[in-house]
Every structure is written in structure tokens, then in C-alpha cells.
């Protein structure tokens, strides 16, 4: 009794990702990033330093930003979480990726999918965000190539647009 | 790079948290508080924190509540970084913590990083910490034998350490409603201007009576400053009583950096913070008078 | 000259991938059965390996083999310029983080415990951290040649004479920081070696040739026995150049039946890599009262650290730019590259150029501070110009954009100088703005040595062209700038030519993605080979038509005689007919600027056949009272020739602006203490300002379409921008990088706040 209190190495975690269940078992001293990427081959969440500085593991946890590489795993057991992959795809992009490639708002790419998920973050919370709003919700998010300013430009264009829909 | 093995537990229920870490404790187990992970799963990635149980305590309802009571804030542990931005009461009641929240790290932290987590931790550099000494909060810490209210300053005792048993669980933050009256301002100092440990980081809450033209209260706490959190009553003193006038102002400053070498004696960053924490202390004091 | 898609935004090639999360950098490849490689590093900067036991590491279960230095079959010394540096480390270590052993593990946790298993001792000797000090006799000797790696030296002129006929003289000192590149992604690849015994690789890389050259010569096996393909590449900025994990793979690959994968941490990547020549620079001006620039002396230090890696070309480079664009008659430079027992510095965006900027540029201020003069006149007043003298001897002939450079950022300088006049609310006490401006110079390419390029177009029965060609896209966009050249070339769409790039087994040698020359060098050959697949083309046109190929009109797809667009026959209808009857069409192209070797004495000779140049202004926002230093704005006008892909161009200058301000203001590496992102700071999207880029066109008649390069221009003026801003703000100089806290805290005195 006073043993099964503390717990196992293995855990089984359910969770929804990109829509769909999925349910594993595995060791508990595992990231969430770990998951996605090694178990589930979700490989648009990147590894940039593992201590939730850079940003590239950025996905969306019941509909909120978190960096992957900062989550144990078994914290994600019930949680809905969305990855690059499950935002749209080359036939479907969805507005902030159609937008990503319209202003060049990408050069490696390295920190795009991280990017483009804080964006639809940012959006969802505040749809018209001005140019300083949209660099503070990207700003967990670290480019070395393209200096941000692209990538604002693509932000705003969608959040104008979605104005433009809801007026 | 793998992180070390360990057992994980989610209990949902305060007290089978301390169970818990009661039994751990018990058997000589090393047990480790997980909240919002962001400074514990640096630190295992590190190898820095080895911990052989993690009890993580995310899946207990009552401490994601914020929540007015009588004259009070409770502000369960759980409670996000981002959750103290937004919350309605705490911008209204305790606005310089939801200031002082919205200075960590970054969106995605916020999201993950918990209030109870940044005071456990105890990093001296914590934003939010300032915030809840001037606020004068309470820290409710659950143990075996029960309940046990601290003030916020009484919970630290130097970087990183403060007076938590291994068996306790930090569960509720207390704010007590501070007087209508006060103008509240949090300045933060990095070498950058998001995701940054601050290089410091102050609180202020002050009234200023302007018919009287003089200072009736003021609460202050200078964060990175000090080997733990403390007010800086010297400044405080220099200020009270006194008019709002450069003079005043200066000797305010003069007096938290005379406080602050006192606490913290002199280290290499002194001869940047020293003069740094005087003039800050005067740009806050202005900011909260400009306030009205 | 009207261009169809040559100057055109065009969509980035395999952007679609990027933001849909689709493309695979080298970790994301998943390669089943794969063992993971750790490296030992050492834990002392400089000492004597006396002993490695590798027996308990061995018998950890998963763990398959260790390597050490015996283990190299071929030679155990490679380095990109001069070879310097041990794969595993055979007696000396030189650096912490100097490799040691090499362990091919089941799994990372078996790899991480033999780590720890590892025995290994190591006699510590004295080590030296300050290039001055590894200078003296006395110092300890971190390589057997000793401690100078190179001297550059650059003579032209009389400068005592100079000095004499100067009415000003100034004498300064500036140092500059030790910076990481800070790409996203890590060091990562895989290898395997294939059935018939070639030892493939797939890595992320600049430089793939390169690479694979020196695997050979590491394992002792032919070239061709060695494949590199390049990943996709998550930024490179000269930190992909040298080799990282490539070797270790490789020597994992030659002696184990398995496929063999290795991904640096960050914490590594940090650790194990090149990083940014700190530079102390010593630097004497003389200008006439009109501010005319009469001599020039400078000697620079350069600290290499443990390896050469690309030391001597930043010594060069940094001696071969030290004026600034400026005509200078009088010029004597001496640069040198140590060793010390720090992280080994290599190539970084500009080579020692970005470094030396600061000095020049700070110095054009001072003069014009002294003399009265407003900045951009007195970089006006000194400007190249075309029949321009460099300090090499080197007469510019063409493409020399400075001037037009400053001309276009003038109305920014005033708009900017205005806004600060007119500002209307109060600053906070302590608070104040400036404008500065700054101006550079780059050669493109590598300096006084060949560097040629090579491309072919082909063309296949069914119209099909592929464009292949050796250069890495790391990001930049070489991949969409060449395709855009070849297709303007054939008169075809990008989305018409299929890019087979950067693999050592399909493509011949491009060269290295450095030096800002992948669009001038490989652009060129490039052009080269699509101008001979379509001269085949032609001919063949000009029978069906029985006309000159002179009057064939290639355009939109189609072929057709002059003034006779009705006629026209597409493009694969002629390929069909032109291979059914000579083959495949291979259009070959190469292209190798001329320079000449600089002399050794004096410098003389020509470094590169063009060069690039900038002027940037920007607003800047100081707090005394913080320390704290802002970038509000900034405005850069870049001359790159012709933009082949305005957009990139752009995306290239707001690059070189964001970098630019971490190099400026908080950038900092610490050997042995800066572990990773929480302690080395890169600029976030609040740390930068709104840019606006200004694209100037003098055209390189040698390069394609005239275009040149803007890579590493776009960083090299904001450094120094930001310290004339912040002169301008506070009334005083700051001669070392970075401007952080401490620095500008303790710039202005108590009374001035
Ligand atoms: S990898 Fe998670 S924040 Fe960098
Ligand atoms: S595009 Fe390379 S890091 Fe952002």
C-alpha cells in the first residue's frame, strides 16, 4: 500500500494528438517532446536546447503554448495536443502557413513550426494583436536567421484578414 | 540525454500529496514537488535534482483556484504564470503580481510555470517573489500534523532554500486586499527584453497623500538584490512622513543600496547594482506618485 | 536588362515543407537500428592524456565499442585551412571539450553510463587564456610550432608621412566578444556504410565537398569512397563549416556493421564548436581638418583559440578591411591569430570583418566629432569610388555602391535626427537617444585564393531540366537564387527545373556556403552551365526553324524566330528533338573569380573580384541610469549588385540587423561557463527593431545578372551603428563589445543622469 504511493517508473498516458487518440506506455522520465518525436515520429516539434529557452518544441496543449522539451510526459496524460503536423497540410495550409510562405517568413525552418504554432496561440487569444503584441507572443520563440520581422509581417496580415472576416 | 529513472505519482488530493511525501520521506527516498516543471526539468536534464519519486501535483483541482475570500486572495500553487496575467481579480486586487507574472520568461513558460513552483524554488532572481512581499502574502504550507501559515518573508532563508519540510506541500499564496489607496509599480531589469533571469527586479506599492504632500505607507522589495527577499524599510523609513521632492527621493536610494551591501556584502556585482538599485528605487517611487 | 524571374519574390523552395513541419533535418531521419555516438571531452583546458581504461565502459550492457585516437586509420589531423586538429585527441588536449574517446552505444542511456565508466587521466599543464599572454616566450606551448598560428601583414604607402601630413591623429583601442553562431539546430547526422563499402553520411553542413575530402583522408581511403549528403540545414552563419559531428560518425561507420547516428545537445554544440575571433585591435587614424583620411595603422589580435579552423582568414580578412570602404593612401596593418586554451574560434558571419567595423567605423566618428563634420559626409568625403585604390594595390573597376549606400540612408539619418528633436512626451530621467550610422566593405569570396564553383544543367528527352550543384542552402536561399538563375537563363519557371544539390555522390564541388559567395560564385557557374544547356537547345531551334540561332528567342517555355512568336514550339518539344538526336543535354558551368595570393610582406595583390557594401543608421534608445540600450529603428541600405530574390535580400538584412544587436549589446560567450540558451542571450522579437531594408543595384558585370552578395554584409555595420547611436546619446565612446549593463551604467557619470 504505502510502496504503490509512490508511484511507477512506467506510466500509460492517453492523449489526443493532432485529433487523434493515442494511448503508450512508457518510462516517466520522459519528455513530452521525447513522445511526440521518437514515439508518435512527430518530427516538426524540434529539439533546440531542452530547457525551454529556444522555443522549438513549441506545440499547443489543450490549446495553449507550452514547450514540449518542459513537460513530463505523464503530465500529458488527457491533454489535447496539437503539433505543426496537425495544423494543415501542403494541399490545406492553414492561414498563418499560407502567410509564413507568402512574406518569407521562414529561412532554415528550424524554428518555423514552433513559430507558427505561438502565432495561432497569440491569435486565438487576442485576434487583433498590434505589431508589439505579436512580437511579445513570438518572443518565447528564438530565430537566428530571419530577424522576426517577416514574421510579424505574416502574423499581422492574418490577424488583419480574420478582422476583415469578423467585421 | 536521457533524464535519471524515477517514480511518478499524480495524486489528486492535497493530502494523499503529503502522504506521500510523508512516506518518501520516511523511507529516506528522495521525493521531488512537481509543478509547473519549468525549473525542475531543467535541473534533471542538468542532473542537478535526482530525484527517485516525483509527486506531481497538477491534477488537483483546488489548487488551480484563485479565489476571493473576506479581505484575502487565495491563490492556489497551481495557479499559471499566465492565469495571474489574465485573472480578473488579481489585476484588480493585486495588480503588481499580475505585473511581475507577465515579466517571466516567455508565453510558453508563463503557460507551464506556476506561482507556487517560482516561490518554492526560491531562485532569488524570481519575479514574482518581490511582487508577494510587498503584498505581504501568506505562504500556506500543508504537512502530517496540518496546516501552517507563514508570512512570505519568513519562507526564505537564503538563495534557494527555504524553511519547506520535505513532507509539506505549498498550497495556497494569501494576498491580503492592500489599501485602495496604494499605487503599485514592478520594474524589471535583464539583458534582455524577454526570457531573461532578471539582473533586478522591483516592487513598489506606496500611497502619497497629496494633501498633505507626504508619503503615508510605502512597501518596497528589491528582487536579485539581497541573499533573500526582504522590504527595504530604510527606504521605506527615508521616504514616510516626507514630500515628494528629488532630495527625498535620493535619500531613498541612498538607503536601499546602503541596505542592500549591507545584506548581501560585497560581491563583483556591486558596483553595478549598488548605484543601479538607488536609482531604481527612486524611478519607482516616481513612477507609482506619477500614478496618482 | 528585363528579367522574368531574376529579381522577382519568388516562393522559397521547400517552404511549403518547412511550415507544414514536413521537412526532416538530420535528427528527425529516422534510420531503425541506429546506434547513438557520445563523445568523451576533456575536462582540463590543456594537458597530456596519460591513460584511457576503456575495459568497465566496454562492459556496460549496450555498449558495442569504444574508440580512441589508435583507432584512426587514416590521419588523425584535420582543420579546414591548416590542419591542426585531432579527431580523438592522441596525446594533447587543448580546450575543455577537447575529444577524447568515442563511444557507439545500443541506446543513449548506455552511452551516457559509459561515459561516466570511461577512465581516463589526464596530466594538467599550465594553460593560457589571454592571446597577449600565449604570445610571451614564456608562455606554455599549446601547439609544437608554437603559439602564433599567423601574421598578416599589409603595407601601402608611407604612413609616417601620412601621419605628418594628417591635422588630426587618433589612437584607439577596441575589443571585441567571443561569440557562438547560435543556430537553432544542433550538430546532427547519420552514417552508414553501404553495400559496396562506400561510407555514406548525411549531415548538416556548409561545406560538403569539404567535409568529405577530410573523412578521406581521416579513414586513409579515396575521396570516392566517402559520400556526404547534406540535410537540411537549421542555420549555419559559419558554424557549419568546420567539420563537428561528421567524423565521429564516419569512424563509427568504417568499423561497425551499423547504421550510427549522433545529435549534439545544445549544451555540446556550445562546448564542442567554433565560435566568433574575439579581436583586440589597436587603431591609428590621420585625417586632414577637411576630413580626408590620410594614414591608417592598425595591429589586431586575434584569439584562435585551441585550433586554427578558419584563424588565418579572419587575421587576413580583418588586416584586408581594416580602413573601412575608404580610400586610404597611406596604410600599415599587421594581424595575427593565436592560439590559446580556449574554444577554438572559427568562421562567423564576415570573417573578422564585422570585428574590425567597429574599429573603423568608430574611428570615422571620432573624426568627425573632432573636426565638426556630420557623419555620413565624412564617409562621403572618403568613399570609393570606381578607379578607387583598396590597401591592397587593388583598383576597383566596377560595382562600387558605397556612395549610393550613404546617399539613401541620409534621409533616414535626418528623418531619424528629427524624431529625436520633435520627441514630445518627457523621457524618464536618465534616458536618452541617439543616431548613428556606420558604413562597410566585404569581399566576396575567399580572400586571395581560387574558389571556383561548378554546375550542370541537364536536360532530358522530355524537356525535364535538372539543375545540379554542390552548394548547401542552410537557410539562406541559395537553393531558390540559383534555380532563379537558371530559369531566367532557359526562360522556364523555377517550379520547371528540378534541384538535385549539396550530395558529394550526384554533384561536383560548389565550393563552401561561406563568404557571402554562393550567389555570385555558384550563381555564376550556374549561369554558365544554363547558357551552354540552352546554346544546345538553340541549335536545335534553329534547324526546326531554319534560322540563325542568333534570331531564336527562348522565353516563357517556348521557342520561336524573332518577331514570329506564333511559331513557337515548346521548350520540351525542342529537348525531345535536340536529345533523340545528341544525347542528354549537359550544360557544364564553372566559375572561379579572379583574385591573386597576397603578397607576404606587404599585402599586396587582389583579394577578391568584388566586393559589397552597406551604410546603416539606426535610433537608438539609451537608459544610464539601467544600462540598458535599445534599438528603436534602423535603416540599412545594402549594394548586392542585383537582387536576384529581393525578398531574401531582405530577409537577409533584418537577419544581419538582429544579430548584429546581440553582438553589440548582450552577446557573450565564456569559455567553460556559458553552457547554453539561459546564459548565452540571442536577440528575441522584442529585442529587435522595425527594419527598413534599402536594396542598391550597382551591377557586377561578372557576376550573374550583376549580382554579388549580402549573407554577411547585413550584420557587419550594426555593431558599430549602435556604439555611434550611443556616443550620440551620452556623449561617450565605447570601444568594447559588448555594450552591456555594466558598460553603459558606468558610461555616463552620476551628474549627467
Ligand atoms: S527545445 Fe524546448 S525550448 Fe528549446
Ligand atoms: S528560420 Fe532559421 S531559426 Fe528561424
Redesign the pocket.
Known amino acids: 500500500m504505502e510502496e504503490a504511493e509512490l508511484g511507477n517508473e512506467i506510466v500509460e498516458i492517453s492523449m489526443q494528438v493532432n485529433g487523434v487518440s493515442v494511448v503508450l506506455r512508457t518510462p516517466a522520465n520522459r519528455t513530452l517532446l521525447s513522445i511526440l518525436r521518437e514515439d508518435l515520429r512527430l518530427t516538426g516539434a524540434k529539439e533546440g536546447c531542452g530547457i525551454g529557452e529556444c522555443g522549438a518544441c513549441t506545440v499547443l496543449m489543450n490549446g495553449k503554448a507550452v514547450n514540449a522539451c518542459m513537460v513530463l510526459a505523464p503530465k500529458a496524460d488527457g491533454a489535447r495536443i496539437t503539433t505543426i503536423e496537425g495544423l494543415g497540410d501542403e494541399a490545406r495550409l492553414h492561414p498563418l502557413q499560407e502567410a509564413f510562405v507568402k512574406h518569407g517568413a521562414?529561412?532554415?525552418?528550424?524554428?518555423?513550426p514552433g513559430?507558427i504554432l505561438s502565432a495561432k496561440a497569440l491569435l486565438d487569444e487576442n485576434p487583433n494583436p498590434t505589431r508589439l503584441e505579436i512580437r511579445e507572443g513570438i518572443s518565447g520563440n528564438?530565430?537566428?536567421?530571419?530577424g522576426y520581422q517577416q514574421i510579424v509581417d505574416a502574423i499581422e496580415e492574418v490577424a488583419a484578414r480574420k478582422q476583415g472576416e469578423e467585421s | 540525454m536521457s533524464y535519471p529513472a524515477f517514480r511518478y505519482t499524480a495524486p489528486r488530493t492535497t493530502r494523499e500529496v503529503v502522504e506521500t511525501l510523508r512516506i518518501a520521506k520516511e523511507k529516506g527516498i528522495r521525493a521531488n514537488v512537481l509543478a509547473g516543471g519549468t525549473d525542475l526539468m531543467p535541473q534533471l536534464r542538468e542532473g542537478t535534482t535526482t530525484p527517485e519519486v516525483v509527486v506531481d501535483i497538477s491534477r488537483i483541482p483546488v489548487l488551480k483556484r484563485i479565489e476571493r475570500m473576506g479581505n484575502e486572495i487565495r491563490i492556489g500553487a497551481m495557479v499559471t504564470h499566465a492565469e495571474l496575467v489574465t485573472s480578473e481579480l488579481v489585476r484588480e486586487y493585486a495588480g503588481v503580481l499580475s505585473e511581475a507574472a507577465k515579466m517571466v520568461g516567455s508565453p510558453q513558460i508563463r503557460n507551464l510555470g506556476t506561482l507556487g513552483g517560482n516561490v518554492v524554488n526560491a531562485s532569488p532572481a524570481a519575479d514574482t517573489i518581490p511582487a508577494l512581499v510587498i503584498l505581504e502574502a501568506k505562504l500556506v504550507l500543508k504537512g502530517p500534523e496540518g496546516e501552517r501559515i507563514l508570512s512570505v518573508t519568513d519562507f526564505f532563508t537564503a538563495p534557494y532554500q527555504t524553511v519547506i519540510e520535505a513532507d509539506e506541500l505549498l498550497t495556497d499564496i494569501v494576498v491580503p486586499l492592500p489599501p485602495p489607496s496604494g499605487r503599485a509599480v514592478f520594474l524589471k531589469l535583464a539583458r534582455r527584453k524577454a526570457v531573461a533571469i532578471a539582473r533586478m527586479n522591483l516592487a513598489c506599492m506606496l500611497y502619497y497623500d497629496r494633501q498633505k504632500e507626504t508619503f503615508e505607507w510605502v512597501r518596497l522589495c528589491v528582487g536579485s538584490s539581497t541573499p533573500r527577499p526582504v522590504r527595504m524599510t530604510e527606504a521605506e523609513k527615508a521616504l514616510i512622513g516626507k514630500p515628494f521632492s528629488t532630495e527625498v527621493l535620493q535619500e531613498a536610494g541612498r538607503a536601499a543600496a546602503e541596505q542592500m551591501v549591507q545584506l548581501s556584502g560585497l560581491r563583483s556585482s556591486t558596483a553595478y547594482k549598488k548605484p543601479v538599485v538607488g536609482d531604481l528605487v527612486m524611478r519607482a517611487v516616481r513612477m507609482a506618485v506619477e500614478k496618482g | 536588362m528585363i528579367t522574368n524571374v531574376v529579381g522577382k519574390r519568388i516562393q522559397r523552395i521547400g517552404i511549403q515543407q518547412k511550415v507544414t513541419g514536413k521537412t526532416k533535418f538530420a535528427a528527425d531521419l529516422d534510420i531503425p537500428g541506429a546506434l547513438t555516438l557520445r563523445v568523451y571531452r576533456s575536462p582540463v583546458a590543456h594537458g597530456i592524456v596519460r591513460k584511457i581504461d576503456t575495459k568497465k565502459a566496454e562492459a556496460i550492457e549496450g555498449v558495442v565499442r569504444i574508440f580512441t585516437a589508435k583507432d584512426i586509420p587514416g590521419k588523425n589531423l584535420y582543420g579546414i585551412i591548416n590542419r591542426d586538429q585531432t579527431v580523438l585527441a592522441d596525446s594533447k588536449v587543448r580546450f575543455i571539450g577537447d575529444p577524447i574517446a568515442l563511444i557507439a552505444a545500443e541506446n543513449e542511456k548506455s552511452a551516457e553510463q559509459a561515459l561516466k565508466a570511461l577512465e581516463i587521466e589526464i596530466e594538467e599543464l599550465p594553460a593560457v587564456f589571454d592571446p597577449l599572454e600565449a604570445l610571451k616566450p614564456d608562455a606554455p606551448r599549446i601547439h609544437e610550432k608554437g603559439n602564433l598560428l599567423f601574421t598578416r601583414k599589409i603595407k601601402r604607402g608611407d604612413v609616417e608621412k601620412g601621419f605628418s601630413a594628417s591635422d588630426i591623429i587618433l589612437e584607439e583601442t577596441y575589443e571585441t566578444n567571443m561569440l557562438e553562431h547560435a543556430?537553432?539546430e544542433p550538430e546532427s547526422g547519420i552514417a552508414y556504410r553501404e553495400k559496396e563499402g562506400r561510407i555514406t553520411i548525411l549531415v548538416t553542413t556548409q561545406n560538403p565537398h569539404a567535409d568529405q575530402a577530410q573523412l578521406a583522408a581521416i579513414l586513409g581511403i579515396g575521396p570516392e569512397n566517402v559520400r556526404v549528403i547534406q540535410t537540411e540545414t537549421?542555420?549555419g552563419f559559419g558554424g557549419k563549416l568546420d567539420m563537428s559531428v561528421q567524423p565521429f560518425l564516419a569512424l563509427a561507420a568504417y568499423y561497425l556493421d551499423r547504421p550510427v547516428r549522433m545529435t549534439y545537445s545544445r549544451e555540446e554544440s556550445f562546448q564542442a564548436t567554433a565560435k566568433r575571433h574575439p579581436l583586440k585591435i589597436r587603431m591609428k587614424t590621420g585625417a586632414t581638418r577637411e576630413g580626408k583620411l590620410m594614414a591608417v595603422n592598425a595591429e589586431i589580435i586575434a584569439d584562435t583559440g585551441a585550433y586554427g579552423s578558419y584563424g588565418i582568414a579572419v587575421a587576413t580578412r580583418a588586416a584586408v578591411h581594416a580602413t573601412g570602404p575608404y580610400e586610404v593612401p597611406n596604410v600599415a596593418i599587421e594581424s595575427k591569430a593565436v592560439y590559446t586554451n580556449n574554444n577554438w574560434s572559427g568562421a562567423m558571419r564576415g570573417f573578422g570583418v564585422p570585428q574590425i567595423a567597429v574599429a573603423h567605423e568608430s574611428q570615422m566618428d571620432k573624426l568627425a566629432d573632432s573636426l565638426g563634420l556630420d557623419p555620413i559626409s565624412i564617409r562621403m568625403a572618403n568613399a570609393f569610388k570606381v578607379g578607387s585604390v583598396t590597401p591592397t594595390g587593388q583598383t576597383l573597376r566596377a560595382s562600387v555602391g558605397i556612395r549610393e549606400t550613404l546617399k539613401k540612408i541620409r534621409p533616414y539619418y535626418e528623418k531619424f535626427s528629427r524624431e529625436i528633436q520633435e520627441t514630445q512626451h518627457p523621457l524618464p530621467q536618465g534616458v536618452k537617444l541617439g543616431v548613428g550610422v556606420a558604413s562597410m566593405w566585404y569581399g566576396i569570396g575567399n580572400t586571395g585564393h581560387p574558389n571556383p564553383s561548378s554546375a550542370q544543367v541537364e536536360i532530358d528527352e522530355t524537356g525535364k531540366i535538372t539543375l545540379l550543384t554542390g552548394a548547401a542552402d542552410i537557410?539562406q536561399g541559395s537553393d531558390t537564387v540559383l534555380l532563379q538563375i537558371a530559369a531566367e537563363v532557359l526562360g522556364v519557371g523555377t517550379e520547371e527545373i528540378l534541384l538535385v544539390r549539396a550530395d558529394t555522390g550526384l554533384t561536383t564541388d560548389a565550393g563552401a556556403t561561406s563568404a557571402s559567395r554562393q550567389t555570385y560564385i555558384s550563381g555564376r557557374a550556374v549561369y554558365e552551365a544554363a547558357t551552354k544547356a540552352k546554346e544546345a537547345l538553340l541549335k536545335k531551334a534553329a534547324e526546326i526553324f531554319n534560322a540563325p540561332s542568333s534570331l531564336i528567342v527562348c522565353d516563357g517555355g517556348y521557342f520561336y524566330p524573332q518577331y514570329r512568336e506564333y511559331q513557337k514550339i515548346p521548350f520540351g518539344e525542342v529537348a525531345k528533338r535536340a536529345v533523340q538526336a545528341d544525347g542528354v543535354i549537359r550544360g557544364e558551368g564553372t566559375f572561379n573569380p579572379e583574385t591573386s595570393s597576397l603578397d607576404p610582406e606587404t599585402g599586396q595583390g587582389i583579394p577578391y573580384t568584388t566586393y559589397a557594401f552597406a551604410t546603416q543608421v539606426s535610433l537608438v534608445r539609451v537608459d544610464s541610469v539601467t544600462g540598458q540600450v535599445s534599438v528603436i529603428r534602423a535603416a540599412s541600405a545594402h549594394d548586392v549588385g542585383k537582387a536576384v530574390n529581393p525578398s531574401n535580400v531582405e530577409g537577409q538584412i533584418f537577419s544581419g540587423v538582429a544579430m548584429g544587436i546581440g553582438m553589440g549589446l548582450f552577446e557573450q560567450f565564456f569559455p567553460n561557463k556559458t553552457k547554453s540558451f539561459d546564459t548565452y542571450l540571442i536577440p528575441t522579437a522584442l529585442d529587435v527593431p522595425e527594419v527598413t531594408p534599402i536594396i542598391v543595384e550597382d551591377p557586377e558585370p561578372t557576376g550573374p545578372f550583376g549580382a554579388k552578395g549580402v549573407g554577411e554584409p547585413a550584420l557587419i555595420p550594426t555593431a558599430p551603428a549602435i556604439l555611434n547611436a550611443i556616443h550620440q546619446a551620452t556623449g561617450r565612446w565605447v570601444n568594447r563589445l559588448p555594450a552591456d549593463l555594466e558598460t553603459i551604467r558606468g558610461l555616463v557619470p552620476p551628474e549627467e543622469k
Open positions: 521562414v529561412q532554415c525552418g528550424f524554428c518555423t513559430m528564438l530565430c537566428r536567421c530571419t | 543556430y537553432i537549421g542555420g537557410g
